[in-house]
T-cell receptor
Framework: KAGVTQTPRYLIKTRGQQVTLSCSPI?????VSWYQQTPGQGLQFLFE???????NKGNFPGRFSGRQFSNSRSEMNVSTLELGDSALYLC?????????????FGNGTRLTVT | GESVGLHLPTLSVQEGDNSIINCAYS??????FIWYKQESGKGPQFIID?????DKRQGQRVTVLLNKTVKHLSLQIAATQPGDSAVYFC????????????FGQGTELSVKP
């Protein structure tokens, strides 16, 4: 079974621009979560989607948004990019995301903001 | 954020020895706990999980111990191999919020051949 796929793998953007990252979950997984990983803050939860609805949200500004499609694929968008948004963005999927099944992560999208 | 630290704790072990990686979790109400291994350039890889109604769970070469009294989690790796070298993260979640993991800062495991 194919794992979680994230595209693109690397991205370089300029401050003020916006970016969209894509995630394809493991087949059959209906929950998709997004995380930001930086050396200073570690892994931090952004949001979780289940059946096209945002089920949980972390403590990030409104510039960070996401959505989930009917096939469970998900995208996240960051608008008005800031230098501090440079990070590895990780997507994870699970069967239900209710605490009964583990999250499986993709290899991430490395975003660099210049 | 909940996870801080520019410098990861490091554990250095000899190949063949057993490794123990410790983690203090933050919320006594957390119901679900999970360990991940992250290698350079890759996303976190699931190792083993445990629910709060258990205090021990074993997998292949790995054991997770949960002490709710002191909010402590540990990962034991038997017969550590060079391929085990990576950063290891513990994470916790509240009941019903398994998609929202709170991660520890991570521990870097270095295995010397």
């Amino acid at each position: 079974k194919a794992g979680v796929t994230q595209t693109p793998r690397y991205l370089i953007k300029t401050r003020g621009q916006q970016v969209t990252l894509s995630c394809s979950p493991i087949s059959g997984h209906r929950s998709v979560s997004w995380y930001q990983q930086t050396p200073g803050q570690g892994l931090q939860f952004l949001f979780e989607y289940f059946s096209e609805t945002q089920r949980n949200k972390g403590n990030f500004p409104g510039r960070f948004s996401g959505r989930q499609f009917s096939n469970s694929r998900s995208e996240m968008n960051v608008s008005t990019l800031e230098l501090g948004d440079s990070a590895l963005y990780l997507c994870a999927s699970s069967l239900a995301g209710t605490g009964n099944s583990p999250l499986h992560f993709g290899n991430g999208t490395r975003l660099t903001v210049t | 954020g909940e996870s801080v630290g520019l410098h990861l704790p490091t554990l250095s072990v000899q190949e063949g020895d057993n490794s123990i990686i410790n983690c203090a979790y933050s919320n006594s109400a957390s119901d679900y706990f999970i360990w991940y291994k992250q290698e350079s350039g890759k996303g976190p890889q699931f190792i083993i999980d445990i629910r709060s109604n258990m205090d021990k769970r074993q997998g292949q070469r790995v054991t997770v111990l949960l002490n709710k009294t002191v909010k402590h989690l540990s990962l034991q790796i038997a017969a550590t191999q060079p391929g085990d070298s990576a950063v290891y993260f513990c994470a916790e979640a509240l009941k019903g919020q398994g998609g929202k993991l709170i991660f520890g800062q991570g521990t870097e495991l270095s295995v010397k051949p």
